[in-house]
T-cell receptor, first 108, second 112 residues
């Protein structure tokens, strides 16, 4: 069983829709990361958080430590948001354990 | 800053050949990570360094893989001999203590 579970695996949306991607993990962590990987392959770190909520533009990341759950929200989605979104957790060391990713496609 | 630099960007080689992947981390970053990404297994950590010292290499698949960091601005990942199952995208990433990681563009390796 993967220590980091993401849902859904695939997601399609119309431009302008509100999008939520979920991530659950099995044990206590020191930090959680949300990464974005575009079709060209490059990986960008969107957020690193250990509690509460962070916002950057149209992206919002939340984490509930007690429930071992995090969500990534995209407001007013746009075709350029189409990418694979990856959740990764750090268990007190410097190692990241990755989820399998959520493939998002936003259509005009 | 130019970001994390990796070379080559693409590598096609034949089974049995030696492959060397290179990474230049962002200046001032004291952590360096090597990852491998495949369709089957997703992203996996191979090895990471702190202040040029290998800290955890438990993700290195087998003895055919080796990694070095001779100084703060350069690291190599070597595969000898290469096998078709090593075909993947290899990412290097770096960060400062307590901060997020910055990924390089990756090296796409194809072993025929």
């Amino acid at each position: 069983k993967n220590e980091v579970e993401q849902s859904p695996q695939n997601l399609t949306a119309q431009e302008g829709e509100f999008i939520t991607i979920n991530c659950s993990y099995s044990v206590g962590i020191s930090a959680l990361h949300w990464l974005q990987q575009h079709p060209g392959g490059g990986i960008v770190s969107l957020f690193m958080l250990s509690s509460g909520k962070k916002k950057h533009g149209r992206l919002i990341a939340t984490i509930n430590i007690q429930e071992k759950h995090s969500s990534l929200h995209i407001t007013a989605s746009h075709p350029r948001d189409s990418a694979v979104y990856i959740c990764a957790v750090r268990y007190g060391t410097d190692k990241l354990i990755f989820g399998t990713g959520t493939r998002l496609q936003v259509f005009p | 800053d130019a970001g994390v630099i990796q070379s080559p960007r693409h590598e096609v080689t034949e089974m049995g050949q030696e492959v060397t992947l290179r990474c230049k981390p962002i200046s001032g970053h004291d952590y360096l990570f090597w990852y491998r990404q495949t369709m089957m297994r997703g992203l996996e950590l191979l090895i990471y360094f702190n202040n040029n010292v290998p800290i955890d290499d438990s993700g290195m698949p087998e003895d055919r893989f080796s990694a070095k960091m001779p100084n703060a601005s350069f690291s190599t990942l070597k595969i000898q001999p290469s096998e078709p199952r090593d075909s993947a995208v290899y990412f290097c990433a770096s960060r400062r203590e307590g901060e997020t990681q910055y990924f390089g563009p990756g090296t796409r390796l194809l072993v025929l």
